[in-house]
């Protein structure tokens, strides 16, 4: 049980805390809910894997902040490092900071644990613990499709995005990239056009629109859209943050295409993560010998779809959409809000594709009993339909 109190510190100051059981006591942070996630990713020794690992099992990140050595100890995989950091975490006042510095930037934080995280997201195995957010993530951006590529993009690569792009967006579909000069800006462009959703997923913090010149497009896709970063505000755009938050834009999307890329872009290291995240790839072919069309060509050796028009890309991602009509609004039934975490999981899981109950089994990380109960649950709901095989899809 949570419970309320006031403290008056050595100054003479009243600070909130809150008691959780056993007589731990934590700041409260001004009862602001999204805090405790924004603590845990100042946990030394805790990175993203690891805090999955939290996650599922506490749920409530304060949850974590006051377990102990032992019940820590028995979370699998989780390191001494992060065990250390979480029992000695003491920068409640800088969290207190960036609150504030979030607010300032006209930002908010989106939560591992909130029904508005995207669902594709948190099943990739290294979310991040929360999202930097300016603009608004709906429920519609669970249709999207990232569209990357060279920044030094040639006249038939900005043709090529744009009608892809504009395709995706007559469709419903929403357009993720990462706001770069050339193949990336013209994706965002393209779509808002269209009067469709894009949402741009930065290496820098939320409120730092990169490069310069896109300072207008940044505050286009604030309007029509969704500015998103897993890194503190402010934070410059630094070339090593690139590599990480191209797993968000792989993460985020149903497939991933290329538009030119030379062999050693940022664009290739996207499409190997959306392999490993079991995303579609597809890429367009360009003009023979031309450094910008080697990336694709090599993803197209390699087995990555070849795109020459829209259609291409609906082919490979009709399957995942249900049986749903493109363009047409979900029919999926709503989870009751007394829905257990771990059955919001599953049920995520599969909402992506049909699953065999081992392939929940493995992916959740849950027991085969807790999984099995949960799939019964679920299925009595009338939300889950077993196949043959003990394979479960989604009720539409």
């Not at 003491?90 to 960036?98: A, G, L, N, T």
Request: with cysteine.
């Amino acid at each position: 049980m949570v419970h309320l109190f006031l403290n008056l510190d050595g100054e003479g100051m009243v600070e909130p805390l809150i008691a959780i059981d056993e007589g731990i006591f934590l700041p409260s942070l001004d009862e602001n809910e999204s805090a405790p996630w924004l603590a845990l990713a100042r946990v030394k020794g805790l990175g993203c894997a690891s805090f999955k690992k939290l996650a599922e099992h506490f749920g409530d990140p304060r949850r974590a902040f006051s377990a102990s050595e032992k019940e820590l100890a028995q979370i699998p995989s989780l390191d001494k490092g992060a065990i250390e950091g979480l029992l000695t975490f003491s920068e409640w006042d800088e969290i207190r900071k960036e609150m504030h510095r979030i607010s300032e930037a006209g930002a908010r934080i989106l939560p591992f644990s909130d029904r508005n995280y995207p669902a594709r997201l948190r099943m990739i195995p290294d979310p991040p613990p929360f999202l930097y957010v300016k603009g608004e993530i709906r429920e519609e951006d669970e249709r999207a499709v990232s569209v990357v590529g060279s920044r030094s993009a040639s006249d038939y690569g900005i043709k090529i995005t744009r009608d892809l792009c504009q395709g995706l967006a007559s469709l419903g579909f929403t357009v993720v990239s990462g706001m770069a000069r050339g193949i990336d800006g013209e994706a965002h462009e393209a779509a808002l056009g269209m009067g469709g959703r894009t949402v741009a997923v930065l290496g820098s913090g939320v409120d730092v629109a990169y490069p310069p010149e896109h300072e207008e497009l940044y505050r286009k896709i604030c309007q029509g859209g969704a500015v998103l970063s897993e890194l503190p505000i402010g934070t410059p755009p630094f070339s090593y943050n690139f590599p990480s938050r191209n797993r968000l834009i792989s993460g985020l999307s149903l497939g991933v295409v290329v538009v030119e890329a030379t062999e050693k872009s940022g664009s290739l290291i996207t499409a190997g993560l959306a392999l490993e995240q079991g995303r579609e790839v597809f890429a367009v072919p360009g003009e023979a010998g031309a450094s910008r069309s080697r990336g694709p060509h090599r993803l197209i050796r390699q087995g990555a779809k070849l795109v020459e028009g829209i259609e291409d890309i609906l082919e490979e991602i009709a399957p995942q959409l249900l049986g749903r009509g493109v363009g047409q609004k979900s029919t999926l039934p709503s989870l009751p809000p007394n829905m257990s975490f771990e059955a919001r999981k599953i049920f995520e899981l599969v909402l992506a594709r049909p699953l065999q109950i081992d392939e929940v089994i493995q992916t959740s990380g849950l027991s085969p009993a807790k999984v099995s109960e949960i799939l019964l649950e679920l299925e009595i709901h009338g939300l889950l339909k077993q196949l043959p095989g003990k394979r479960f899809k989604v009720v539409t």
